[in-house]
């Protein structure tokens, strides 16, 4: 039976790429091992799952009930009968062959290029800002260094597959109700490689490769964002036989920051002003992401809700060096409690002012365009 793939991702089988990608990314980081140790085999199952929906030929394979990766069946990694529809498409397109064209695929041979890998990496907002190097631990599979990729034991060789002569694949016939049916299906005994070896490596078992932890180190640019993935070439997953390596991708996650809030290359953060340093003016340094500081200058009569911006403290553009501005968000705050001597200098301060409690009209200044008034009336004429 061919696997559910969709359901693996839980996406619906009319998922968009985008779908697929916010599924995979969603059980990526709840299942991953650096995560959740006790996941590690169903986040192998969720990143093939994708792998296989993400590439167009294998989807295709699995809209059509077939398995691209069960090779018992025929399916994309090993076979050409997609299911047993080969068998038909074979009788009309000249049989004999291993795919709807006809004519035998020949052994794949037992080196192959490995898997990428897939690991995750969590940095704070000084990591990003300033760029990053950092050392990561991966489990993944490595030469042999036994039989140096070979599979083999001491001078033992591989030997041409007595089951399929050398072909990788076998043919049957069979009878059907178109009459007989030539179909071409994997061998078997060397699972498609055209060879066997008879006294495998006793490290890899003949595979070539065994599995490892290593240490890798890995530079991360400044300005990366949540979800950005950095490609190590050739780190990834050794291939069977000993074969190539795939790619290793780390995936960035970022740190929620006590102090600042970022949006794309821009960064937010909030100040809360005295009533009095709002109605003076006043000024303020706070530290940066990078180290060093930025001037908040607060004007005189400063309102709530007042934002000034900094430019160039934000963090830097990715591979550009061109970096984005701060916003420092202004929180007026009244005090709640007073002593004598303050109460006396507020009385003075309403004493000598022009300004008292005054009901707003739509004709009164505070009722301007961008006023609270405005806004009150804006949001209840809806309703």
Request: proline share 5%; hydrophobic share 35%.
């Amino acid at each position: 039976m061919a696997r559910d793939y969709y359901g693996i991702l839980g996406v619906s089988r009319d998922a968009s790429a985008q779908e697929l990608k916010r599924a995979y990314r969603r059980l990526a980081r709840e299942l991953h091992p650096d995560v959740n140790p006790m996941e590690e085999e169903r986040f192998k199952e969720v990143t093939t799952a994708y792998e296989v929906l993400s590439d167009p030929e294998r989807r295709r394979i699995v809209d059509a009930g077939g398995d691209p990766l069960d090779r018992s069946a025929g399916g994309f990694a090993g076979g050409g009968d997609f299911g047993g529809l080969g068998d038909i498409f074979n009788t009309f397109f000249g049989g004999g062959g291993g795919g709807f064209g006809g004519g035998g695929r020949g052994p794949r041979g037992r080196v192959r290029p490995g898997e990428p890998a897939l690991v995750g990496l969590t940095l704070d907002l000084e990591e990003i800002a300033a760029g990053a190097e950092r050392e990561i631990t991966v489990d993944t599979a490595i030469l042999c260094d036994s039989c140096d990729g070979a599979g083999t034991s001491g001078n033992s060789k591989p030997v041409t597959c007595v089951t399929c002569r050398g072909q990788g694949e076998i043919q049957t016939v069979q009878r059907s109700f178109l009459g007989q049916v030539m179909s071409v299906r994997e061998c078997p005994e060397c699972h498609g490689a055209g060879e066997v070896i008879p006294d495998p490596c006793g490290k890899c078992g003949g595979d070539g490769r065994v599995r490892s932890r290593r240490n890798l180190t890995v530079k991360i640019p400044a300005g990366v964002e949540q979800g950005m993935r950095v490609r190590l070439a050739g780190k990834g997953e050794v291939g069977p036989g000993g074969g190539p390596a795939g790619d290793l991708y780390v995936e960035i996650s970022e740190k929620p920051d006590d102090v600042f809030v970022r949006d794309k290359d821009d960064l937010h953060c909030t100040l809360q002003v005295p009533m009095v340093d709002a109605a003076l003016g006043s000024e303020l340094e706070i530290g940066t992401v990078l180290g060093g500081t930025a001037r908040i200058d607060i004007e005189p009569g400063t309102q709530p809700g007042t934002v000034v911006t900094v430019k160039g403290q934000g963090l830097p553009h990715l591979n550009t060096g061109l970096r984005g501005n701060l916003h420092a968000h202004l929180e007026v705050v009244v005090p709640t409690r007073v002593d004598g001597v303050q109460r006396d200098l507020l009385t003075q301060l309403r004493a000598a002012g022009n300004d008292g409690v005054e009901l707003v009209t739509a004709s009164s200044k505070a009722g301007a365009k961008d006023g609270l008034f405005s806004r009150l009336r804006n949001a209840f004429a809806g309703r």
